[in-house]
């Protein structure tokens, strides 16, 4: 009798553990996106600042504070955007993503943003290139 108590009491203890787990959490709703950085040769930029805007498309005015990111290239000129959807208030495959690279050359400060404007969905993984000139 006693083994068939504590067999009992065994299996009870685990279904109550297995049970507890945390089904409150929602799943993160996220995209990838990555933006290389690459010279007129084709040489990757390492250390350039990559700014990604949300519904606003960037110019020469526009404030860098606006920004809803800002992650910088690596080695190979790679610089990768992961993206809560949900914090970022990006509804998907609606809201433009536009995403820039400022440089200066001499005391000029200049814009080169990418080609057009992406929108992601959840689980997407998308590449773009900004070429500059140097």
Not at 5 to 34: M, N, Q, W
Not at 53 to 82: C, H, M, Q
């Amino acid at each position: 009798m006693k083994k068939v108590y504590l067999l009992f009491l065994t299996l009870f203890l685990g279904a109550v553990l297995l049970s507890c787990k945390d089904d409150d959490e929602a799943p993160v709703l996220g995209a990838y996106v990555g933006v290389t950085v690459k010279n007129l040769l084709g040489t990757p930029q390492s250390g350039m600042d990559v700014y990604m805007f949300t519904n606003v498309e960037p110019n020469e005015t526009t404030d860098l504070s606006t920004a809803s990111e800002k992650v910088t290239t690596d080695s190979v000129g790679l610089a990768g955007f992961k993206l809560n959807l949900v914090e970022l208030n990006i509804t998907e495959s609606e809201t433009p993503l536009y995403f820039a690279v400022y440089y200066k050359v001499g005391d000029d400060f200049i814009l080169k943003a990418g080609e057009e404007s992406l929108t992601v969905k959840r689980n997407d993984e998308k590449e773009i290139t900004i070429t500059i000139p140097f």
